[in-house]
């Protein structure tokens, strides 16, 4: 028995000291307590919320407009493909009337299609009208190609814009909340 009392002893002694801790604890909650309900705490809180909704607000004005402009070169990506198509139609029936018009004029001049000066021409206008056409399916191509990554792009700062708000939200409570306390 003597040897259990000298830690009965001990034990409350301890339970002195955490006491004291528990009470400075209370203290340093109320004080910060009553700075956080008083007017100007008050005042700062409503600050800080403020300008975390005034971050997130911004940031996601940014990212919406981010947005429309990667749908805008989506929507010039497509037109191009359909002017690039317009294109190649118009080449292909200029090609198709330049033809006609020299067969009708060979046959006039009683000149055989089959062979010889007319088919001839008839190859090197094909020839002409193919590559052209080449040409500018491969430029159309390339014009489509810069806008899908222009929209790549813009998708991309609208997600940045969007993480860089949250990230000045979150420095903004931090720093009003660290305001609050101090």
């Not at 990667?70 to 070169?73: D, F």
């Given at each position: 028995?003597?040897?259990?009392?000298?830690m009965l002893g001990g034990l409350a002694g301890a339970g002195g000291a955490a006491g004291g801790a528990a009470a400075a604890a209370t203290g340093a909650v109320a004080s910060a307590g009553?700075?956080?309900f008083s007017a100007s705490g008050l005042l700062s809180g409503l600050a800080t919320v403020g300008g975390v909704l005034a971050s997130m607000g911004a940031a996601n004005?940014?990212?919406?407009a981010y947005k429309n402009q990667?749908?805008?070169?989506k929507m010039e990506a497509e037109n191009e493909r359909i002017q690039g198509m317009q294109r190649t139609t118009r080449m292909k029936r200029e090609l198709g009337r330049i033809v006609g018009e020299s067969d009708v004029n060979y046959a006039a001049a009683g000149i055989d299609l089959s062979g010889g000066v007319a088919k001839e021409a008839r190859d090197?206008?094909?020839s002409r009208a193919t590559s052209?056409?080449?040409i500018d399916r491969a430029m159309t191509e390339s014009r489509r190609q810069t806008l899908l990554a222009q929209r790549a792009m813009y998708r991309q700062m609208a997600k940045d814009a969007k993480k860089t708000g949250?990230?000045?939200a979150f420095a903004a409570a931090a720093q009003g909340l660290g305001g609050l306390a101090g």
């Open positions: 028995m003597t040897f259990i009392l000298p009553s700075s956080l004005a940014q990212a919406a990667a749908w805008q070169s090197t206008a094909e052209e056409i080449s949250f990230l000045n």
